[in-house]
């Protein structure tokens, strides 16, 4: 009986001793202050949803987003009876359907946009504040100039000579989306690079890649999450401005810009077909604003 | 100090070639033309087009006669506006964009900058929670719902009422037509002003020089105005330069909905009509704009803050 809490002390003991387990920690705690932000898990549950109902979601209904309802060829108020929980668009397509689908697309752009953006920032950033020397300035002089460049009217050029083409809107958009994760990594790679945990891994032999794999990226993974949780929202927000220019996917599919769009040419008669892609992409924007705020707070707790 | 700010103005300049040159090549080698319609044009016509607008000549031809003619200050011809060239649309549409997009950036840091300070004074109080929330909203909504909710409710929903303002149109410049989109154009400004405000206020509040500014018996309005808001301001300065990219992005929109003429709405149809030269003069106008304001905003930066000296060799 007496020896229980001893035992349970020294076990406390050698976790707190484990090197495996200290280093957990950190997440650890950066996940109980996340769970203790009410604003930041409201905002991941309702991502949640809204991602499962945009990619599952779309199976489960009666129309597909793409479905003439040939016997309502009008803009229907919602209607159980006939499957449009939502009513329908102009030509008679499932609205609900289409914004499911939409937000399928706008999604996929901002997450796949964001990865092209994370790969090409992380590589730059880390490698120019590794490196450091001429490297480091050639590359950061680089990604200088390149802010200096309105990109959108790049990404607009690139939409017009190129054509409308799901795979070419994300990688353009993820192209000049990376300049600030790279300017980020690159911060943190410096401070790091001094530290003594690198100076041990090169004395045991480590090579220019593997440190910066396996000691470097690690350690820069807080601030990268954070930054890629408010990076989606920019590239759905930079989706749906092309879409708004007539430059996003081709009809018959779309996405939330493209949906507003449409609906705000309607908006006296049928104000419906704009609010509601509205606010699916407007609430998808601020749980991710919510989100990354939470993450921030919680992974960098020292600047609150 | 100068010699930073002219060695700035020497980079700026092969930037800005680098962009003319890619722009240049991305735009001939585009599949399709300006030229083509709906109605094909008959083959003759369109040799006779294409010989009047040199697109026959060597590329790289066409590449050096634009750069000379770039540095007149010539843009070339319109290719789809036929009567005008682009130098000319760009005479028409900038001073309007630039009339919008100024009054906007100073309504944008007015406002953010008093929302950042009333939020900051009353941290972590309702006060602060409802600019946050404001913000937040502000930046969360795009201009282009934006802009048709502000034209549903004063074109639509207010009309015959003493709020009523034109839901589109310029008329030269008449007043009430200018409200809606420089409204819409700044909201977003509002939003990150005073989200950026907020923060350097709140820190600029803690700093000692704060609290002997206190000390000595200063009032708390004078300290706040004169003391924090110095300090407090230089974020928000930093944050111009690209605001004037984000205006120029922004103006698209704006001036799409609200049917301005501005150099937005001309990239926007150039750009759908494939009219190279008004995109590119458009483009070149831009980004010459963006370097230009980069650099006058490091020179601002440098008067508010004396630690800034750029002598040193710039890392």
């Known amino acids: ?304 | 100090m100068w010699s930073y700010f002219i060695r700035r103005i020497v980079i700026g300049i092969p930037t800005l070639w680098a962009i003319i040159t890619v722009c240049f090549f991305l735009m001939r080698l585009t599949p399709g033309g300006p030229f083509d319609s709906e109605a094909p044009v008959p083959p003759e016509i369109l040799t006779n087009l294409r010989a009047s607008y040199h697109l026959d000549d060597p590329l790289w031809q066409q590449y050096f006669s634009y750069l000379g003619n770039l540095l007149h200050g010539d843009f070339g011809p319109s290719f789809k506006y036929r009567d005008f060239t682009v130098t000319e649309l760009i005479a028409q549409g900038f001073p309007v964009s630039l009339q919008n997009g100024a009054a906007a950036l100073v309504l944008a840091v007015v406002i953010g900058v008093f929302l950042g300070i009333v939020a900051a004074l009353a941290q972590n109080t309702r006060r602060d929670y409802a600019v946050s929330a404001i913000a937040m909203t502000g930046i969360v909504i795009p201009n282009f719902i934006m802009g048709h909710l502000l034209i549903l409710i004063f074109g639509l929903w207010l009309k015959d009422s003493i709020f009523q303002l034109p839901a589109g149109g310029w008329e030269d410049g008449a007043f009430a037509n200018r409200i809606l989109p420089v409204v819409c154009l700044a909201l977003p400004y509002v939003a990150y002003i005073a989200r950026i405000a907020r923060g350097s206020m709140i820190e600029a509040l803690h700093a000692n020089y704060i609290r002997t500014a206190r000390a000595k018996g200063l009032p708390f309005r004078t300290v706040v105005l004169r003391h924090a808001l110095t300090s407090a301001m230089m974020p928000v300065v930093t944050f111009l330069g690209p605001a004037t990219a984000f205006i120029l992005t922004g103006s698209m929109v704006v001036e799409t909905i609200f049917q301005i003429p501005g150099i937005g709405r001309y990239f926007v149809q150039g750009a759908l009509n494939r009219d190279y030269t008004l995109v590119m003069g458009v483009t070149i106008l831009s980004a010459a704009l963006v370097i230009f304001m980069n650099i006058v905003v490091d020179m601002i930066y440098s008067v508010l803050d004396p630690h800034v000296r750029y002598d040193e060799a710039a890392s």
């Open chain 1, 1 to 304: 009986m007496t020896l229980t809490p001893i035992l349970a002390q020294t076990d406390a003991l050698e976790a707190a001793l484990a090197p495996t387990v200290a280093g957990r920690s950190l997440w650890q705690d950066a996940w109980r202050r996340l769970r203790a932000n009410r604003a930041a898990v409201a905002s991941l549950i309702i991502l949640c949803v809204i991602a499962f109902a945009s990619f599952i979601g779309p199976y489960l209904l009666p129309w597909t987003y793409d479905q003439i309802d040939w016997d309502h060829i009008e803009a229907l108020p919602p209607d159980f009876a006939l499957g449009h929980y939502l009513g329908t668009d102009s030509l008679g397509r499932d609205l609900l359907a289409r914004t499911l689908y939409g937000g399928r697309v706008s999604l996929s752009v901002g997450i796949l946009a964001t990865f092209v953006a994370l790969a090409i920032g992380v590589s730059v950033g880390a490698i120019a504040g590794f490196i450091g020397g001429k490297t480091d300035q050639l590359l950061m002089r680089f990604v200088d100039l390149l802010y200096a460049v309105p990109l959108t009217f790049f990404v607009i050029i690139l939409m017009v000579v190129f054509g409308r083409n799901f795979v070419l809107i994300f990688l353009a958009i993820g192209a000049v989306e990376w300049l600030t994760m790279a300017r980020i990594v690159r911060g943190q790679t410096l401070t790091l690079r001094r530290k003594e945990f690198i100076e041990a891994a090169r004395a045991s032999g480590g090579s220019t890649t593997a440190i910066i794999l396996r000691h470097i990226l690690p350690n820069v993974l807080g601030v990268v999450i954070v930054y890629v949780t408010l990076t989606i929202p920019q590239v759905i927000l930079l989706e749906s401005f092309l879409s708004f220019l007539g430059l996003g996917v081709q009809d018959p599919r779309t996405s939330w810009g493209m949906l507003i769009n449409d609906g705000a040419a309607e908006l006296e008669i049928n104000p419906r077909t704009l609010i509601v892609p509205a606010i699916f992409m407007t609430a998808t924007l601020f749980c991710f604003n919510f989100l990354g705020d939470g993450l921030r707070d919680a992974l960098d707790p020292k600047d609150r």
